[in-house]
Structure formats: structure tokens, C-alpha cells
């Protein structure tokens, strides 16, 4: 099961798990998204499940997990990547922004884990939470996705010991600035959906590669999983010179603020 994967990392997880014969259960909020993502799929032979529906619903989270215990009779993997991206500081952020992107971004990756963690446990399954570099440290200027990136790398930490005696393996993956596609949209500081812009400037990595950094993940079952170098720099960096850090971004806040 993969949260928000008619598109970017999550579809291009899906595909090459897909490849690797895993059946897909493909989720996103638009039905006209899963139905095109199901063909597509489809099309190229691979076993495909599509379930419209907002996952920071938790009644749907049970309707979706139950749904698909009736096709399949267990879970084995699921992988909490829905998610917004969000702009603005702390105090331009409407209060439509904050509370949209709590929803989304945190609310939508407890809600389904709570929802399968029995059916995990029997399984001896795994749960991957997707944070981001921005969740190791606040960044100026996207106040609102550095807080829920960062809960969410809290809830993977408390779960990974919850998690113990039900043997279910628990991980957090932070990917590094991705590419996006040209269809992708985020949340401004007024709560109003805009298409992101293309990153210039600043080094991407690959969505295949992050896809395969998540996939690896899941046969190794380490807890942290970076998709880059710079990615593990700034998490130790931060772990043990968080002032320098801080110090740094304060230089170059201009830059993340435009």
C-alpha cells in the first residue's frame, strides 16, 4: 500500500516495486488520478489495486484497509507518502494553511499506519514514514512543511519501539530536494493550491533514485534512510553542531524565503 502514488516518488515507487512482482495498492484523493494510474499500470501487466479516497480520513483508512483484506487477506508493506508541500513563514501562515497541512502531511501518515498495524503485525510487515531534509532542521521560509516533516520523524521514532513486540519494522525515510513533475502543486501561505516551480539552482536527486533508496530500505530495515549524501551531512551536522546549522541558515535565509 502506497499513499499518494498516482504521481512523483510515490508512483515512481510503486512502478518498481511493481516490477519487482509486488501487487499495488495505488491511493490518491482524485479518482480520475487512480483510474488513470490503474491503466497505466495495468497496461504494462502489472497486479494493480485502486482506492480513491482521503487517507487524513480515518473512517476511510479502515474502509481502505478493509477493502483490501478482503481482496488479498494480508498487508505486507506500507509506504505513508501522501503529502503536501507548503511555503510561507510562520507568521504569513493562514490558519487554512496550517491546519490543511497538519492534515495532509501528519494526520495522513498516522491514520494509516494505526489503521493496518494489526494486519502488519501478522505479517511481519514494514512501515516506511516519508519525511525530509527539511524535517531534520526548520527552514526558513517553509515553516509550516519543516514542523509536519519533523512530527512525522517523531512518530516514526516513538513507533520504532511500540513496535517491537509486534514485529513490525518500522522506517523513516528523508529524501533529499527530488525532482518534481511539471503537474506538481503545493500549498501557499494563504492556503491555496499553485503548481511548484521548477528548482534552479540547487541540485536534485532522481526520482528513481529515490524510489530504489526506499526499496533498499525495506529489504535492510534501517530505521534512517538518506537518498543523498548531503541529506546524512545535515542530519549529523544538526545531531551534533545544531547551532553552526542554525547559524547557517540564518546567512542564507534570503534564499529560501524567495
Known sequence: MITGSTQG????TAWQLAEQGAIIIINSRSSDKVEETVAEFTDHGFKVLGISGDISNYQFCEKMRNYVMSRYGRIDVLICNAAMAVEGTVAESSVKAIELATRVNVHGSIYPAIAVMDDLSRSKGSIVFMSSIAGIV?????????????AILAIAESMK????????????CLPDFTQNEDSKQMLTAE?????????????????????KCIIQQLKTKRFLYFTSIRGRCLYYLYRFFPNFLLFVLKLNRKRFMT
Open 9 to 12: 516518488i510515490g508512483k515512481r
Open 138 to 150: 526548520g527552514l526558513p521560509g517553509f515553516a509550516m512543511y519543516s514542523c509536519t516533516k519533523k
Open 161 to 172: 519501539n511500540e513496535s517491537v513486540d509486534k514485529c513490525v519494522f518500522i522506517g523513516v
Open 191 to 211: 492556503g491555496e493550491l499553485k503548481t511548484i516551480a521548477r528548482r534552479n539552482g540547487i541540485k536534485t536527486v532522481s526520482l528513481d533514485r529515490t524510489a
